[in-house]
């Protein structure tokens, strides 16, 4: 058994109704598709394959240590790239964000499941993977006088699973207390 997680934030249903239409809008006018086999989200830690029932339980108990967190508030605001190969919505950073992304991460960090993890970096993917990049160009060309700005409130984050070839919700971690987190047992406290 071998299961593929991805940790992410996912947008309203009526803000990720606007995204999805972008997307597919810069699906067929480009012919390119990758990004639609995927959720509208904010990936918070990349996917990871599990394969033993223990390594699940472990990841899942790790999120819920992460999910102590103050509710926040995130926008999206207008169009970005990762040059010649990622066409995204800017996801501005804030501190409820980067803290919860430091949370996740130092809660998975002991189980060991990525080499090396990336800077992160947020952002919302429109386009990626099958761009080429001659038709990177026009879609960048295309949008950049455009704008975009959606907010919406962030009070969980979810973990997504892969089956049947599509990414499917999995679970979802509503925020807790900080107040609330069980402090850890010290002999000098």
């Given at each position: 058994m071998e299961n593929l997680f991805l940790v992410c934030l996912v947008p309203p249903v009526s803000i990720t109704e606007d995204i999805d239409e972008i997307r597919t809008y810069i699906s067929e006018k480009f012919n390119v598709h990758e990004s639609l086999k995927r959720p509208a989200h904010i990936t918070l830690y990349p996917p990871v394959k599990?394969?033993?029932?223990?390594?699940?339980?472990?990841?899942?108990?790790?999120?819920?240590?992460?999910?102590?967190?103050?509710?926040?508030?995130?926008?999206?605001?207008?169009?970005?790239?990762?040059?010649?190969?990622?066409?995204?919505?800017?996801?501005?950073?804030?501190?409820?964000?980067?803290?919860?992304?430091?949370?996740?991460?130092?809660?998975?960090?002991?189980?060991?499941?990525?080499?090396?993890?990336?800077?992160?970096?947020?952002?919302?993917?429109?386009?990626?993977r099958d761009v080429k990049p001659p038709i990177f160009k026009q879609i960048a060309t295309e949008f950049k006088d455009r704008k975009f700005k959606r907010e919406f409130s962030v009070s969980s984050f979810s973990v997504y699973k892969h089956m049947d070839k599509k990414w499917q919700p999995f679970k979802e971690f509503s925020f807790k207390n900080p107040d609330t987190k069980p402090k850890a047992l010290s002999l000098f406290g």
């Open positions: 599990l394969s033993a029932y223990e390594a699940e339980k472990s990841f899942f108990k790790a999120l819920t240590d992460a999910s102590f967190s103050q509710p926040f508030i995130q926008v999206l605001r207008n169009f970005n790239s990762f040059p010649e190969h990622t066409f995204y919505l800017d996801v501005e950073q804030n501190e409820g964000l980067m803290t919860l992304e430091k949370q996740i991460s130092k809660a998975l960090q002991p189980l060991k499941l990525l080499e090396k993890k990336e800077k992160f970096n947020p952002h919302l993917t429109l386009a990626f």
